[in-house]
């Protein structure tokens, strides 16, 4: 029983290259999530997905896209990478929807460079 | 805008002393609030919960002291270690509607606990 994973741990990508961050869990939770997080910023939702086959937009979604591919896993695509987008980035899941009160179970994170 | 304001940005506390760290939010629906620790290097990970029907909950050394009114809650850590140095994250979330258990979070608190 891995949780939540995360691929790559690290990544540094050049402005305008695109990459995809791929999440994985294993503990058949209905809802997972994207944030960012940055220092004295707290953690930022990107996107989330309620259930398999939905997807919604968080607090800062500008310059991604995410995609459910299955219950288990669900990735985040930065299109057109900024300097801006350089963050530490989490991948979490949780087991359901729709009631405040469910435990988030977040991965390693993926540390992100744009140069 | 952010919903959940969390203070102070770092804290020194010695070992055996209290480490208290608190948290104001603004939005009245939101009825879940958890606190979640960091270790460097790691994703976050839930500490503690409460719910505003009790004004505090206990859990060993950590507890959360909660405000409806005032709209505060607070963490404390009795007889701090060096090993609860770490980042220590406020968080709220409201049941219903479209919020499906979406965790606003503070902006954070770096705890070092000295020997």
């Known amino acids: 029983n891995a949780g939540v994973t995360q691929t790559p741990k690290f990544q540094v990508l050049k402005t305008g290259q695109s990459m995809t961050l791929q999440c994985a869990q294993d503990?058949?939770?209905?809802?997972m999530y994207w944030y960012r997080q940055d220092p004295g910023m707290g953690l930022r939702l990107i996107y989330y997905s309620a259930s398999e086959g939905t997807t919604d937009k968080g607090e800062v979604p500008n310059g991604y896209n995410v995609s459910r591919l299955n219950k288990r896993e669900f990735s985040l695509r930065l299109e057109s990478a900024a300097p801006s987008q350089t963050s530490v980035y989490f991948c979490a899941s949780s087991v359901t929807s729709g009631g405040a009160g469910d435990t988030q179970y977040f991965g390693p994170g993926t540390r992100l460079t744009v140069l | 805008q952010q919903q959940v304001k969390q203070s102070p940005q770092s804290l020194i506390v010695q070992k055996g002393g209290i480490s208290i760290i608190n948290c104001a939010y603004e939005n009245t629906a939101f009825d879940y609030f958890p606190w979640y620790q960091q270790f460097p290097g790691k994703g976050p990970a839930l500490l503690i919960a409460?719910?505003?029907?009790?004004s505090e909950k206990k859990e060993g050394r950590f507890t959360i002291s909660f405000n409806k009114s005032a709209k505060q809650f607070s963490l404390h850590i009795m007889d701090s270690q060096p090993g609860d140095s770490a980042t220590y994250f406020c968080a709220a979330s409201k049941r219903g509607g479209t919020s499906y258990g979406k965790l606003t979070f503070g902006q954070g608190t770096i705890l070092t606990v000295h020997p």
């Open positions: 503990m058949n939770h209905n809802s």
């Open positions: 409460i719910r505003p029907d009790v």
